[in-house]
């Protein structure tokens, strides 16, 4: 699950327990455990789904939101009868979980994400982020050594690049290479891509 950076610190402070997602399907489990990217986790304790105009404030306490019409504004929903679903979660602490976030992203962490990957391709001075979930898309179980080649790199290099990938949860390692995560196909088919 994706949440933006002040809600993550909230999160941190044990100031925010409940998010509101404007899922067409639930994309979270109870029990299930994601990672707060780049650092923590949490662990959904419930899941319910809700409808807007049913919401009173009291259901934002410990949300991080203050009222309904930033909630509205937040998720980006018009019809007060949209149907919304409320997760409750509890901080595990600082280390991440070795459990793939699968949830696929709304498109505002859509969004987020693809700024990310600008982001890092303008500090790399080479633009590898997208060429490089494509790759993995096309040739899944790829190991590093294999990928490295095409981009220039040596092999703990894309072993290093790999890595800032999965740190936003669009890879998962394999027992041999790497493959693209549920997160990272929804990614490159929000890309165009």
Known sequence: MQFRKPFKIAIRNGEVTRSFRNWQRPQA????????????????????????????ESDLKSTGIEDLQALQKLLGVADPASRLYQVDFRYLGPDRVNQTDTSTPQAAELETLARRLKATDRRSNQPWTVALLEQLRETPGKRAADLAPAFGWDTPRCKTQVRKLKVLGLTISLETGYRLSPRGMALLQHLGR
């Open 29 to 56: 489990t109870i029990g299930g455990r994601y990672n707060l990217h780049p650092e923590g986790a949490i662990e959904v304790t419930g899941l319910k789904q809700v409808t807007l105009d049913k919401l009173r």
